[in-house]
């Protein structure tokens, strides 16, 4: 079994990381922060310090209790802008920006097993992505289909279909830039594909956010040049044709580095970002796909912008958003942050509703502190945990 730490400290704060939700656990790994150096001295050397990349934190929603686990095998170089997912159990990380610039390389972790160790998927058939940070991905059928991104190929590589290239960075004959490309990874052959697509593709662009809703792929926003859009696509993922949903609302400003989170069968939940004007942003929104309708919520966390954060689907409809920055991080970069943003999407259920209850109100609980026993066991588990540990997060409202 890895070494585990276990601390009433949370994880560090940090920016770009991987964050994925598996049994009602966080998972945590990977981004960057800056130096106490840069923070003093507001020097640009040296300034961005990735985060260990043998550790990974682990946060009980059910108890409100972090701890750390040492990770061990094929460990990735510490890195950030990687795009990270769950699938039957595991972890599955691709691409990111380490000390050495953009990687194209795919790594996985078994979450369930205890121990922790990653395995570089290296023997693969197909050709893989080209090397690309700030990416997107869409899991369905037992595989993973990754889009878009920031990276570089070499100019004879490069299709300016779906590739817009970055005019100010490129070195001899390598080029950097935004892209629309779709490669799908099936982890059962350790196969890659690029399947080839129907209808209308997205512009190229990074930083954009995406999620999985039945069996289509949803992206919004982005950054390509210095525009940020607030688009909405569709990719079906079995007919791989591509859709563009044109709002019949107000719709949410452009943007990019925000957050995307399926919450219902036919909803939406988009959060945060660095606007058009550069703004860090805390505003939060619902978009019906059926109605193709966009409606602006109020929400406990309005004062709190965030940007490259990461938000994952939690149970109940719950989103939990950990991490970003507060700041425009390409001007200053000192507000990253290492708090975890429950967002209640839809009411909660009965039962759920009882045992929040039961956990929040110490005088409730010694009082059926005699009678938990003869609660079915499962129950008695699950009040146990919550009566024991439980810290609510600060705020938590429904979303109106």
């Given at each position: 079994?890895?070494?585990?730490?276990?601390?009433?400290?949370?994880?560090?704060?940090?920016?770009?990381?991987?964050?994925?939700?598996?049994?009602?656990?966080?998972?945590?790994?990977?981004?960057?922060?800056?130096?106490?150096?840069?923070?003093?001295?507001?020097?640009?050397?040296?300034?961005?310090?990735?985060?260990?990349?043998?550790?990974?934190?682990?946060?009980?929603?059910?108890?409100?209790?972090?701890?750390?686990?040492?990770?061990?095998?094929?460990?990735?170089?510490?890195?950030?802008?990687?795009?990270?997912?769950?699938?039957?159990?595991?972890?599955?990380?691709?691409?990111?920006?380490?000390?050495?610039?953009?990687?194209?390389?795919?790594?996985?972790?078994?979450?369930?097993?205890?121990?922790?160790?990653?395995?570089?998927?290296?023997?693969?058939?197909?050709?893989?992505?080209?090397?690309?940070?700030?990416?997107?991905?869409?899991?369905?059928?037992?595989?993973?289909?990754?889009?878009?991104?920031?990276?570089?190929?070499?100019?004879?590589?490069?299709?300016?279909?779906?590739?817009?290239?970055?005019?100010?960075?490129?070195?001899?004959?390598?080029?950097?830039?935004?892209?629309?490309?779709?490669?799908?990874?099936?982890?059962?052959?350790?196969?890659?594909?690029?399947?080839?697509?129907?209808?209308?593709?997205?512009?190229?662009?990074?930083?954009?956010?995406?999620?999985?809703?039945?069996?289509?792929?949803?992206?919004?926003?982005?950054?390509?040049?210095?525009?940020?859009?607030?688009?909405?696509?569709?990719?079906?993922?079995?007919?791989?044709?591509?859709?563009?949903?044109?709002?019949?609302?107000?719709?949410?400003?452009?943007?990019?580095?925000?957050?995307?989170?399926?919450?219902?069968?036919?909803?939406?939940?988009?959060?945060?970002?660095?606007?058009?004007?550069?703004?860090?942003?805390?505003?939060?929104?619902?978009?019906?796909?059926?109605?193709?309708?966009?409606?602006?919520?109020?929400?406990?966390?309005?004062?709190?912008?965030?940007?490259?954060?990461?938000?994952?689907?939690?149970?109940?409809?719950?989103?939990?958003?950990?991490?970003?920055?507060?700041?425009?991080?390409?001007?200053?970069?000192?507000?990253?942050?290492?708090?975890?943003?429950?967002?209640?999407?839809?009411?909660?259920?009965?039962?759920?509703?009882?045992?929040?209850?039961?956990?929040?109100?110490v005088s409730i609980c010694k009082m059926l502190g005699g009678q938990i026993p003869l609660l079915p066991s499962k129950l008695q588990y699950i009040v146990n945990?919550?009566?024991?540990?439980?810290?609510?997060?600060?705020?938590?409202?429904?979303?109106?």
């Open positions: 079994m890895a070494e585990r730490h276990r601390s009433e400290l949370v994880a560090q704060e940090r920016s770009g990381h991987t964050a994925v939700v598996e049994d009602n656990l966080l998972y945590v790994w990977g981004g960057y922060v800056l130096t106490l150096l840069y923070i003093i001295v507001q020097s640009i050397a040296d300034d961005e310090v990735f985060l260990p990349n043998d550790e990974i934190w682990i946060y009980d929603m059910d108890r409100g209790l972090w701890e750390m686990s040492t990770m061990r095998g094929d460990v990735p170089p510490a890195m950030s802008g990687t795009c990270g997912c769950s699938l039957n159990g595991h972890m599955y990380i691709f691409g990111g920006c380490d000390n050495n610039g953009q990687t194209n390389e795919i790594y996985s972790v078994n979450l369930l097993d205890g121990n922790y160790t990653w395995k570089k998927i290296s023997k693969v058939s197909g050709a893989p992505p080209s090397p690309r940070d700030k990416l997107s991905c869409w899991v369905f059928g037992g595989r993973i289909t990754f889009f878009g991104g920031y990276g570089h190929k070499l100019r004879n590589d490069i299709n300016r279909r779906n590739f817009i290239l970055d005019e100010a960075s490129w070195v001899d004959d390598v080029y950097w830039g935004w892209n629309n490309e779709v490669h799908v990874f099936d982890p059962n052959h350790a196969s890659w594909t690029e399947p080839q697509t129907n209808g209308r593709p997205p512009a190229p662009r990074a930083a954009h956010a995406s999620t999985t809703l039945g069996s289509k792929g949803y992206v919004c926003g982005g950054r390509v040049m210095e525009t940020r859009t607030n688009d909405v696509h569709c990719l079906d993922l079995e007919t791989w044709t591509w859709a563009e949903i044109v709002p019949l609302s107000v719709v949410p400003v452009g943007r990019s580095w925000h957050s995307l989170t399926a919450v219902s069968d036919s909803s939406l939940f988009l959060f945060g970002g660095l606007s058009v004007d550069c703004k860090p942003m805390s505003d939060g929104w619902l978009l019906n796909v059926e109605t193709k309708k966009w409606r602006e919520i109020s929400h406990p966390y309005e004062n709190k912008p965030r940007l490259w954060h990461t938000a994952s689907a939690g149970k109940d409809s719950d989103v939990i958003v950990f991490g970003g920055s507060c700041d425009y991080i390409l001007l200053v970069d000192t507000g990253h942050c290492n708090d975890a943003l429950v967002f209640q999407t839809e009411p909660y259920p009965l039962f759920r509703s009882c045992v929040d209850y039961i956990a929040k109100n945990r919550r009566m024991s540990y439980y810290k609510p997060p600060k705020n938590r409202t429904p979303l109106e």
